[in-house]
């Protein structure tokens, strides 16, 4: 595109007066708003990184479902905010393990805010009233920018945070959408924005290959097309078939025009593809009856669509109507609802997950929904399945709101012949047969509390503790888990580090039939060792505490300094830290209360994890940045992105990619672009490489 609910209990027979509460009350009610504001934050960037950057784990509407609460809490109570929230971004910076390095858009990649009803769109179009509106599909593919100067393909980028890309120009020139050299009248600098994706056909036939190979299928359009433009090496994108569709213009030097429909021909001109379903109409009413007809026909599409985008045409009018933070004003997504489909349940069983949960789901005959084949769906939990009222040999309707996790809605009771049967949760682990119960008497989730040598749990905890967001083990997989543990090599985590080539020779995974080491055992103890040298912070996402996620494990890395000082602190020591907050606290503070769990830690010290920042005691020494938020931009001589940031975050301070009015300073180096003009629109102080480095050496200037 062109750029230019909360209740409240009294214990008191008659509820006070708003005069009666004391300033403690308040700021007890403040504390606890802020408390939920906090989770549900850490809770949507959590989501929203493994939506981009991983494998979700919630469906789409559920996301959408969570970023409403955020910003409804926002709305009712701003003073609950924190920080800086993600309901204000337009999505999550590149990842710190991405091969890939980091480049400035010249000008920022904006997002789309979303309705989901036909009331919501017609409020918007009230509000946004324009001569002419343009119609197009909203592609569910993955962002690209690519920067043309003068007619050459200069750089290919994700969209990163919107400021900040990864350079993908190398995977972008094997697409064969995206020319090397522009045609036709094309003007001397051009960044044109568009999405890359796979069409329906093309995926169904490159999946039944994959299958004939023996290799693992790809589960939708999108995750297939994201991950292919985010290949190490290009001739592994070069392998799937990616499209491109352009739908904007961002940055522009010697071209002009006055609507969005002429930039659209222009970039077709130059030789680049633009979208044959978008539509130029003139009245709300033929808005609403494109929103119609595409909800009738989302599959008449080559490719897969998620909504209809709604954008003014004029540029003027456009302008006018201005950005924020994160969307255009003069644009707007409408979300068809998501895909359901009836089938036949045929089971109910239960899965534990790593701190115990016990998760409900459905075993169904195999349905066709939402661009794949689902043969199973969660319920989520006891209290909801029983809420469902579903039968053993329902027809029932399930919907695939997102591209992972199929849910089931309830059952066709119509359908129902009297051969159905009642579902009765089971209150004994299947895993390991202990009594199932609440944590709490009014929690939902059941949990089995065998949490040490609960085979399901253990399982879950192997295979979560060998991922790329802790050691990264990729030798160590679920099925080769499950062996570890029963052929009684490991009772529990502690011994993962200290496992012998005479352990895995007694397990079928990493033996060979004659009982001797094969090579995913040699792989596998390769691993183990390389992994002892990781981030502090990844061993505490690995120690599977509850509620402490990488962002918690951060902060309290960086304040720590070891695990033996987050041993020994209190959850008063804790909550202060930016980013942990007293929930986390305490759990953190809990989980260290078992004996078994300091087992844990002092047997992978034993085997040699490093368990420390190095020189982290000398960090003490270093001057305070706390309570300063930085943003570098531009290349520095001494430092690259990471080692900045690094920097920056070793010294208490935080290290944003964006600059807003929140930003106390802005590291320039060279080529430094639109965060320099926006730091001096804003008057935030400015440093060059030398400014910077003096403000790490000697901490903020006096006054």
Same mark, same amino acid.
């Given at each position: 595109?062109?750029?230019?609910?909360?209740?409240? +209990?009294?214990?008191?027979?008659?509820?006070?007066?708003?005069?009666?509460?004391?300033?403690?009350?308040?700021?007890?009610?403040?504390?606890?708003?802020?408390?939920?504001?906090?989770?549900?934050?850490?809770?949507?960037?959590?989501? !929203?990184?493994?939506?981009?950057?991983?494998?979700?784990?919630?469906?789409?509407?559920? *996301?959408?479902?969570?970023?409403?609460?955020?910003?409804?809490?926002?709305?009712?109570?701003?003073?609950?905010? +924190?920080?800086?929230?993600?309901?204000?971004?337009?999505?999550?910076?590149?990842?710190?393990?991405?091969? *890939?390095?980091?480049?400035?858009?010249?000008?920022?990649?904006?997002?789309?805010?979303?309705? *989901?009803?036909?009331?919501?769109?017609?409020?918007?179009?009230?509000?946004?009233?324009?001569?002419?509106?343009?119609?197009?599909?909203?592609?569910?593919?993955?962002?690209?920018?690519?920067?043309?100067?003068?007619?050459?393909?200069?750089?290919?980028?994700?969209?990163?945070?919107?400021?900040?890309?990864?350079?993908?120009?190398?995977?972008?020139?094997?697409?064969?959408?995206?020319?090397?050299?522009?045609?036709?009248?094309?003007?001397?600098?051009?960044?044109?924005?568009?999405?890359?994706?796979?069409?329906?056909?093309?995926?169904?036939?490159?999946?039944?290959?994959?299958?004939?190979?023996?290799?693992?299928?790809?589960?939708?359009?999108?995750?297939?097309?994201?991950?292919?433009?985010?290949?190490?090496?290009?001739?592994?994108?070069?392998?799937?078939?990616?499209?491109?569709?352009?739908?904007?213009?961002?940055?522009?030097?010697?071209?002009?025009?006055?609507?969005?429909?002429?930039?659209?021909?222009?970039?077709?001109?130059?030789?680049?593809?633009?979208?044959?379903?978008?539509?130029?109409?003139?009245?709300?009413?033929?808005?609403?009856?494109?929103?119609?007809?595409?909800?009738?026909?989302?599959?008449?599409?080559?490719?897969?669509?998620?909504?209809?985008?709604?954008?003014?045409?004029?540029?003027?009018?456009?302008?006018?109507?201005?950005? +924020?933070?994160?969307?255009? !004003?003069?644009?707007?997504?409408?979300?068809?609802?998501?895909?359901?489909?009836?089938?036949?349940?045929?089971?109910?069983?239960?899965?534990?997950?790593?701190?115990?949960?016990? +998760?409900?789901?459905?075993?169904?005959?195999?349905?066709?929904?939402?661009?794949?084949?689902?043969?199973?769906?969660?319920?989520?939990?006891?209290?909801?399945?029983?809420?469902?009222?579903?039968?053993?040999?329902?027809?029932?309707?399930?919907?695939?709101?997102?591209?992972?996790?199929?849910?089931?809605?309830?059952?066709?009771?119509?359908? !129902?012949? $009297?051969?159905?049967?009642?579902?009765?949760?089971?209150?004994?682990?299947?895993?390991?047969?202990?009594?199932?119960?609440?944590?709490?008497?009014?929690?939902?989730?059941?949990?089995?509390?065998?949490?040490?040598?609960?085979?399901?749990?253990?399982?879950?905890?192997?295979?979560?503790?060998?991922?790329?967001?802790?050691?990264?083990?990729?030798?160590?997989?679920?099925?080769?888990?499950?062996?570890?543990?029963?052929?009684?090599?490991?009772?529990?985590?502690?011994?993962?580090?200290?496992?012998?080539?005479?352990?895995?020779?007694?397990?079928?995974?990493? #033996?060979?039939?004659?009982?001797?080491?094969?090579?995913?055992?040699?792989?596998?103890?390769?691993?183990?060792?390389?992994?002892?040298?990781?981030?502090?912070?990844?061993?505490?996402?690995?120690?599977?505490?509850?509620?402490?996620?990488?962002?918690?494990?951060?902060?309290?890395?960086?304040?720590?300094?070891?695990?033996?000082?987050?041993?020994?602190?209190?959850?008063?020591?804790? #909550?202060?830290?930016?980013?942990?907050?007293?929930?986390?606290?305490?759990?953190?503070?809990?989980?260290?209360?078992?004996?078994?769990?300091?087992?844990?830690?002092?047997?992978?010290?034993?085997?040699?994890?490093?368990?420390?920042?190095?020189?982290?005691?000398? #960090?003490?020494?270093?001057?305070?940045?706390?309570?300063?938020?930085?943003?570098?931009?531009?290349?520095?001589?001494?430092?690259?992105?990471?080692?900045?940031?690094?920097?920056?975050?070793?010294?208490?301070?935080?290290?944003?990619?964006?600059?807003?009015?929140?930003?106390?300073?802005?590291?320039? $180096?060279?080529?430094?672009?639109?965060?320099?003009?926006?730091?001096?629109?804003?008057?935030?102080?400015?440093?060059?490489?030398?400014?910077?480095?003096?403000?790490?050496?000697?901490?903020?200037?006096?006054?």
């Amino acid at each position: 595109m062109l750029s230019p609910p909360r209740t409240k +209990t009294n214990t008191a027979h008659s509820p006070p007066s708003s005069s009666e509460y004391s300033a403690a009350d308040r700021l007890r009610k403040v504390t606890n708003y802020a408390e939920q504001w906090q989770q549900l934050a850490d809770e949507v960037r959590t989501h !929203r990184d493994r939506y981009y950057y991983g494998d979700p784990t919630i469906t789409d509407e559920d *996301f959408d479902a969570l970023l409403r609460q955020l910003k409804q809490l926002e709305e009712e109570h701003p003073e609950a905010t +924190t920080g800086t929230s993600p309901t204000e971004e337009v999505a999550p910076a590149p990842p710190e393990s991405s091969p *890939f390095r980091n480049v400035d858009h010249r000008e920022r990649m904006l997002s789309l805010d979303n309705v *989901f009803d036909k009331e919501s769109l017609q409020g918007w179009l009230d509000r946004t009233p324009a001569k002419t509106y343009l119609t197009e599909l909203k592609i569910d593919g993955a962002s690209i920018n690519l920067l043309y100067v003068n007619g050459k393909l200069e750089l290919a980028l994700t969209r990163g945070d919107g400021t900040t890309g990864e350079d993908i120009t190398h995977n972008a020139r094997t697409l064969k959408d995206i020319p090397d050299q522009l045609s036709g009248d094309f003007p001397e600098l051009v960044e044109i924005r568009g999405e890359v994706f796979i069409t329906v056909e093309d995926f169904a036939t490159m999946n039944a290959q994959r299958q004939a190979e023996g290799l693992k299928m790809f589960a939708n359009p999108r995750n297939a097309a994201a991950g292919a433009m985010r290949q190490k090496n290009p001739e592994d994108t070069a392998k799937r078939p990616l499209r491109l569709i352009c739908h904007g213009i961002g940055a522009r030097e010697g071209f002009n025009v006055s609507s969005q429909h002429e930039a659209y021909k222009a970039i077709e001109s130059w030789g680049l593809p633009v979208s044959p379903y978008t539509k130029q109409v003139h009245t709300v009413k033929e808005v609403i009856d494109q929103v119609t007809y595409w909800g009738e026909h989302r599959h008449d599409a080559a490719h897969e669509m998620d909504g209809l985008v709604i954008k003014v045409d004029s540029l003027d009018e456009q302008l006018e109507l201005g950005t +924020t933070s994160r969307a255009p !004003r003069w644009a707007i997504a409408y979300k068809y609802p998501p895909e359901e489909a009836m089938t036949t349940l045929r089971n109910i069983r239960i899965g534990i997950g790593r701190t115990g949960r016990a +998760t409900p789901y459905a075993v169904m005959e195999p349905k066709y929904v939402a661009g794949s084949t689902v043969s199973m769906a969660t319920l989520h939990n006891p209290t909801e399945a029983h809420r469902k009222g579903i039968r053993l040999g329902d027809t029932i309707m399930i919907r695939k709101a997102g591209e992972v996790i199929p849910e089931v809605l309830g059952p066709v009771e119509d359908a !129902r012949d $009297g051969s159905e049967l009642e579902f009765v949760f089971s209150s004994i682990c299947p895993e390991c047969g202990t009594s199932l119960a609440p944590t709490k008497e009014d929690d939902a989730d059941w949990r089995c509390p065998n949490t040490r040598f609960c085979p399901g749990q253990l399982h879950t905890r192997l295979t979560y503790l060998a991922g790329r967001g802790a050691f990264d083990i990729d030798a160590l997989g679920e099925k080769a888990a499950y062996d570890l543990i029963h052929s009684g090599v490991l009772t529990d985590e502690s011994r993962l580090f200290s496992l012998t080539r005479e352990d895995l020779e007694r397990t079928s995974a990493y #033996s060979t039939k004659a009982g001797n080491l094969n090579k995913s055992g040699e792989t596998l103890l390769e691993k183990l060792e390389a992994a002892k040298t990781v981030d502090l912070w990844r061993i505490i996402v690995a120690l599977s505490i509850r509620h402490a996620g990488p962002t918690a494990a951060k902060a309290l890395a960086r304040h720590f300094g070891s695990i033996e000082a987050i041993r020994n602190a209190s959850a008063e020591d804790m #909550s202060g830290i930016e980013g942990v907050g007293p929930i986390i606290a305490q759990s953190v503070v809990d989980w260290f209360t078992f004996d078994w769990h300091q087992e844990i830690v002092d047997r992978w010290e034993e085997a040699g994890v490093q368990m420390f920042v190095p020189d982290a005691d000398s #960090s003490a020494d270093l001057p305070s940045l706390e309570g300063l938020t930085i943003v570098v931009t531009g290349s520095l001589q001494a430092f690259d992105r990471t080692q900045a940031k690094e920097a920056i975050e070793e010294r208490g301070g935080k290290a944003s990619g964006s600059v807003s009015k929140n930003t106390d300073y802005l590291v320039a $180096g060279e080529k430094a672009g639109s965060k320099l003009t926006k730091a001096r629109d804003l008057g935030v102080t400015v440093l060059d490489e030398e400014g910077f480095k003096k403000l790490l050496a000697e901490g903020i200037p006096a006054d």
